[in-house]
């Protein structure tokens, strides 16, 4: 079954700390996708990083990085020196194919995990 | 930048009532989506479209219907709301190139919809 876990359904940390959101996912598929959204309060999904099953390196973008290790099945995402801006709920999502040919998937997301981050 | 909008941010209607929740992107996407928030559940997926008067269901479509006249523009259509369906719907789009990477959604501002 395609499932989406993050255990870790709030966070909380003081300024400058860093902070490691974890995601662990159940695929049938050998090639998919992951994603991460962040939800900050006004409510809207921003998207963050897509990551293909080929691809194990990790990313690091500005204070942000990820990473990704197919033989537990996580993508973890972690903010380093983190701030009161990123306080939201962050979203861990997998691509399942919804129709022949993959070309239109639908994200099957975990529950969300929000972050505090303190003054 | 991807704009996806929605018509309303909040809308509050009572048992019974048909609703109708606007959506439109304008990045030219295929695919656009519908989704349901509810705390402790993520989002589910209601409805999606693939292209201009298609559209198939998602993992709860009952008591909904979808619409998809145009391209950029999807709605979705409670005939009959319920007390049940008090949530935030979110609309997304994306592209749908048959053989291409699959790409990312993009997210409007999502409506909380509060049913009496």
């Known amino acids: 079954a395609q499932k989406v876990t993050q255990a870790q359904t709030e966070i909380s940390v003081v300024e400058k700390e860093d902070v490691t959101l974890d995601c662990v996912y159940e695929t049938r598929d050998t090639t998919y996708y992951l994603f991460w959204y962040k939800q900050p309060p006004s409510g809207e999904l921003v998207f963050l990083i897509r990551?293909?099953?080929?691809?194990?390196q990790n990313e690091i973008s500005g204070r942000y990085s990820w990473n990704f290790q197919k033989s537990t099945s996580s993508f973890n995402f972690t903010i380093t020196a983190s701030q009161v801006v990123d306080s939201a709920v962050y979203f861990c999502a997998l691509s399942d194919p919804l129709l022949y040919g993959g070309a239109t998937n639908k994200l099957i997301f975990g529950t969300g995990t929000l972050l505090a981050v303190q003054p | 930048d991807v704009k996806v909008t929605q018509s309303s941010r909040y809308l509050v209607k009572r048992t019974g009532e048909k609703v109708f929740l606007e959506c439109v992107q304008d990045m030219d996407h295929e695919n656009m989506f519908w989704y349901r928030q509810d705390p402790g559940l993520g989002l589910r997926l209601i409805y999606f479209?693939?292209?201009?008067?298609?559209?198939e269901k998602g993992d709860i479509p009952e008591g909904y219907s979808v619409s998809r006249e145009k391209k950029e523009r999807f709605s979705l259509i409670l005939e009959s709301a319920s007390t049940n369906q008090t949530s935030m719907y979110l609309c997304a789009s994306s592209f749908g190139l048959a053989g291409v990477l699959v790409h990312e959604q993009f997210f409007g501002p999502g409506t909380r919809l509060t049913v009496l």
């Open positions: 990551r293909n099953s080929f691809d194990e």
């Open positions: 479209s693939y292209d201009v008067k298609m559209k």
